[in-house]
Antibody
């Protein structure tokens, strides 16, 4: 079964740090780009950032709201991606999802499935 | 950044009746590779988002045929031919053409059953 499982959420004070993990199973993790998307309570979805595969130099991109504070990394040997969050603000309070981006060749056609597999999410609360 | 605008933000539908959600982007989602990177997701109550439609009009594996996506350029529509009780939740459109600065989602459309 294709699966992503997030962990590491919790309560942290403003200015603090937290590191989330995203454990993958059931697919070739090393070939997949992994994204992080967050959702504040009762709000919509906000893209946080992503990390590409080794073939694309583990390139990362971040939303402007987290750039310089958040870092995405991955350990392909452990099939795990990470989201290091520093200098946390109250507005970072949200459920954080990791999600896989799939691009596949099917019968000679490249199909971009977008974010096709999502974890269940882990809750981060930034409060004093 | 590309802004995605969904309408309506909520709709109440009788089972068996059709439903339609519009999504407009502030810039064209047509890439130079001639693909259009517009996606639809459904987030059922208490669950993670799930992919319904990729590249404007392609149903993802396991998605019922009553769901269809159409559109081009900046205007897109998700249609449910006959709404069922299990379709309740919040529907989001998403663009992935522009990276950087990043993917963006619509505000979401909440579907409830009358």
């Amino acid at each position: 079964e294709v699966q992503l499982v997030e962990a590491g959420g919790g309560l942290v004070q403003p200015g603090g740090s937290l590191k989330l993990s995203c454990a993958a199973s059931g697919f070739t993790f090393s070939g997949s780009a992994i994204h992080w998307v967050r959702q504040a309570s009762g709000k919509g979805l906000e893209w946080v950032g992503h990390i590409r595969s080794k073939a694309i130099s583990y390139a990362t991109e971040y939303a402007a709201s987290v750039k310089g504070r958040f870092t995405i990394s991955r350990d392909d040997s452990e099939n795990t991606a990470y989201l290091q969050m520093n200098s946390l603000k109250t507005e970072d309070t949200a459920v954080y999802y990791c999600t896989r981006h799939t691009i596949q060749m099917v019968r000679g056609i490249i199909l971009n499935f977008g974010l096709d597999v999502w974890g269940h999410g882990t809750t981060v609360t930034v409060s004093s | 950044d590309i802004v995605m605008t969904q309408t309506p933000l909520s709709l109440s539908v009788t089972p068996g009746q059709p439903a339609s959600i519009s999504c407009k982007s502030s810039q064209s989602l047509l890439h130079s590779d001639e693909k259009t990177y517009l996606y639809w997701y459904l987030q059922k109550p208490g669950q993670s988002p799930q992919l319904l439609i990729y590249e404007v009009s392609n149903r993802f594996s396991g998605v019922p045929e009553r769901f269809s996506g159409t559109g081009s350029g900046t205007d897109f529509t998700l249609k449910i031919s006959r709404v069922e009780a299990e379709d309740v939740g919040v529907y989001y459109c998403m663009q992935s053409i522009q990276l950087p600065p990043g993917y963006t989602f619509g505000q979401g459309t909440k579907l409830e059953i009358k």
